[in-house]
């Protein structure tokens, strides 16, 4: 028996090529304010996940998002911002997309498909028991990452899902299922609208607070950021200098001497 798709559900809007610019914008605010109480729903569920992610990752664990199209290309940009905003290893958190990286530029439609792809992708990748592994897919039926989902799940690998429809193939084979219902889309079926804030919104909830219960937030201060250019440098001065209530010339003669956010304020603090 299929599943009903809210996600293909026919949108509450018609004639759009009619309705003003206001129009337009003023119905898709509509719609987007909708997002928030459906996560409200599922907070539980997200904190849970959290709690799994962050044993796994606390014992030398990874993180994989596995996705395709929008949602591919959500859990690539979470992963990616990883490692200049909490200081991991590019290896810590890795996105998967179906197609590869060509997918992250342009469609790569068929790459969805693939009921074998997946689990090779995550191979290559020496996927193991210690590792966590998210799909990510607003129908929950996506065969590239439903497969990928229940390979891990046979393999006793950890898996977590993000979907916005009920009782998907998806969550089935995660043991830490997400449904996020945020109803039709503005323009039937577009799930990068509704479907994709709301799992953005999500993928920011697992990671932040995943690595604030790693300990790599300091207050509310990304002390183990990356300094890659001038905008961060001035961001860890500044940082350093509240932290420490010093002077932003005392900041920067410490930001030179130790390197980094975290050994400034360690070194202070242990005098």
């Known amino acids: 028996?299929?599943?009903?798709?809210?996600?293909?559900?026919?949108?509450?809007?018609?004639?759009?090529?009619?309705?003003?610019?206001?129009?337009?914008?003023?119905?898709?605010?509509?719609?987007?304010?909708?997002?928030?109480?459906?996560?409200?729903?599922?907070?539980?569920?997200?904190?849970?996940?959290?709690?799994?992610?962050?044993?796994?990752?606390?014992?030398?664990?990874?993180?994989?998002?596995?996705?395709?199209?929008?949602?591919?290309?959500?859990?690539?940009?979470?992963?990616?911002?990883?490692?200049?905003?909490?200081?991991?290893?590019?290896?810590?958190?890795?996105?998967?997309?179906?197609?590869?990286?060509?997918?992250?530029?342009?469609?790569?439609?068929?790459?969805?498909d693939s009921t074998t792809q997946a689990w090779e992708d995550l191979c290559s990748r020496k996927i193991n028991k210690k590792d966590f592994v998210i799909g990510i897919a607003a129908s929950g039926t996506t065969p590239y990452v439903v497969e990928g989902i229940k390979s891990c799940f046979h393999k006793d690998i950890i898996t977590g899902s993000i979907s916005c429809n009920h009782n998907t193939p998806l969550s089935k084979f995660s043991k830490f299922p997400i449904e996020v219902v945020v109803g039709p889309e503005f323009i039937t079926g577009s799930t990068r609208m509704k479907a994709g804030t709301a799992q953005k919104m999500i993928l920011n909830m697992i990671t932040t607070s995943t690595m604030v219960k790693l300990g790599h937030i300091k207050g509310n201060k990304m002390i183990d950021m990356q300094t890659n250019n001038n905008k961060l440098k001035e961001r860890a001065i500044r940082i350093i200098s509240e932290t420490l209530s010093i002077s932003d010339n005392q900041a920067l003669e410490l930001f030179q001497k130790h390197g980094s956010v975290r050994s400034v304020v360690e070194n202070q603090r242990l005098k």
């Not at 796994?56 to 929008?70: E, H, I, V």
């Not at 810590?92 to 990286?101: D, F, L, N, R």
Request: with cysteine.
């Open 1 to 112: 028996m299929s599943i009903i798709k809210v996600t293909e559900q026919d949108s509450l809007y018609n004639n759009l090529e009619n309705l003003s610019t206001t129009e337009l914008i003023n119905s898709i605010h509509s719609e987007d304010k909708k997002i928030c109480s459906a996560i409200q729903k599922v907070l539980p569920l997200i904190s849970k996940l959290v709690d799994a992610l962050v044993e796994k990752l606390s014992s030398g664990g990874r993180l994989f998002y596995l996705g395709a199209g929008t949602s591919g290309r959500l859990g690539v940009l979470d992963a990616t911002e990883c490692p200049p905003t909490f200081g991991t290893p590019n290896w810590k958190v890795t996105g998967v997309i179906a197609g590869g990286t060509n997918a992250l530029f342009q469609s790569v439609e068929h790459a969805e």
